[in-house]
């Protein structure tokens, strides 16, 4: 089902090629009517066919449109495939009000726009969400959480990864959304979460690192990816306790 909102201040604005334009339409054909987040997952394929253009315009009015703030990419990594969030400002259609004010409709309410404009019901809502998550997780000190993980690849598995400032960007958000998952997960703190990270990769180099067919997955690619993450720590767990009991 197309989503019934209708993206008025896109078609207005002056910053956009014609061809963002279009690709943002066929993106916000993709939004379902009841996800808060505006979250879509539409191939380039997929959008390349809808709006007559080639992947490669596709890939590149995606890029001017985050650029311009109207889509943006969550932080999702390991659930493979990309994740594309309307940034609902940037849909928002405004029109003028009797008394000739301009105005902005927000999810059903209109807002008048003298002065600072207050948020959005879908910004209110994320706030909210954010402040109210019990186990937050802190983001001091992620890094040093990431290199440890990293190097318990390195030091059990023989792994030739890069840590410090020289990381892999993909390694370093991948084992950050793994590690703050199993803080919402499992509670505790990012401290915790790395240590239970680590033994995860303990656990897998030993089951899979003597198996030729399986040595080579014991990689953060496949150990950490979000879909998996809970079964494997379940695995972890038993391993641990198996290990205890000997």
Same mark, same amino acid.
């Given at each position: 089902?197309?989503?019934?909102?209708?993206?008025?201040?896109?078609?207005?604005?002056?910053?956009?090629?014609?061809?963002?334009?279009?690709?943002?339409?066929?993106?916000?054909?993709?939004?379902?009517?009841?996800?808060?987040?505006?979250?879509?997952?539409?191939?380039?394929?997929?959008?390349?066919?809808?709006?007559?253009?080639?992947?490669?315009?596709?890939?590149?009015? +995606?890029? /001017?449109?985050?650029?311009?703030?109207?889509?943006?990419?969550? !932080? *999702?990594? @390991?659930?493979?495939? =990309?994740?594309?969030?309307?940034?609902?400002?940037?849909?928002?259609?405004?029109?003028?009000?009797?008394?000739?004010?301009?105005?902005?409709?927000?999810?059903?309410?209109?807002?008048?726009?003298?002065?600072?404009?207050?948020?959005?019901?879908?910004?209110?809502?994320?706030?909210?969400?954010?402040?109210?998550?019990?186990?937050?997780?802190?983001?001091?000190? +992620?890094? /040093?959480?990431?290199?440890?993980?990293?190097?318990?690849?390195? !030091? *059990?598995? @023989?792994?030739?990864? =890069?840590?410090?400032?020289?990381?892999?960007?993909?390694?370093?958000?991948?084992?950050?959304?793994?590690?703050?998952?199993?803080?919402?997960?499992?509670?505790?703190?990012?401290?915790?979460?790395?240590?239970?990270?680590?033994?995860?990769?303990?656990?897998?180099?030993?089951?899979?690192?003597?198996?030729?067919?399986?040595?080579?997955?014991?990689?953060?690619?496949?150990?950490?990816?979000?879909?998996?993450?809970?079964?494997?720590?379940? !695995?972890?767990?038993?391993?641990?306790?198996?290990?205890?009991?000997?």
């Amino acid at each position: 089902m197309p989503s019934p909102l209708f993206p008025t201040t896109i078609m207005a604005r002056t910053d956009l090629s014609d061809a963002a334009k279009v690709v943002a339409i066929a993106i916000l054909w993709h939004v379902r009517p009841a996800d808060d987040r505006m979250t879509c997952w539409p191939s380039n394929r997929r959008l390349a066919e809808m709006t007559g253009k080639t992947i490669r315009t596709v890939q590149r009015r +995606i890029l /001017e449109l985050e650029a311009a703030g109207v889509v943006q990419r969550p !932080d *999702v990594s @390991g659930v493979g495939r =990309r994740i594309l969030e309307v940034v609902p400002d940037s849909i928002e259609p405004e029109t003028t009000n009797d008394m000739g004010t301009s105005q902005v409709t927000r999810g059903g309410v209109t807002d008048d726009m003298g002065g600072v404009s207050p948020m959005s019901p879908i910004r209110k809502a994320r706030k909210k969400g954010k402040e109210e998550s019990p186990h937050k997780p802190p983001h001091g000190g +992620i890094s /040093e959480k990431v290199d440890e993980v990293l190097s318990a690849f390195n !030091d *059990v598995a @023989g792994r030739d990864y =890069r840590t410090g400032p020289k990381r892999s960007k993909a390694h370093a958000r991948l084992i950050t959304a793994r590690l703050k998952q199993e803080v919402e997960a499992s509670g505790g703190d990012m401290d915790q979460a790395a240590t239970r990270a680590v033994l995860l990769v303990r656990c897998y180099q030993e089951k899979w690192g003597d198996d030729p067919k399986m040595c080579d997955y014991v990689r953060p690619s496949t150990l950490f990816q979000a879909a998996k993450w809970a079964d494997r720590m379940d !695995d972890t767990r038993r391993w641990v306790t198996g290990r205890n009991g000997r």
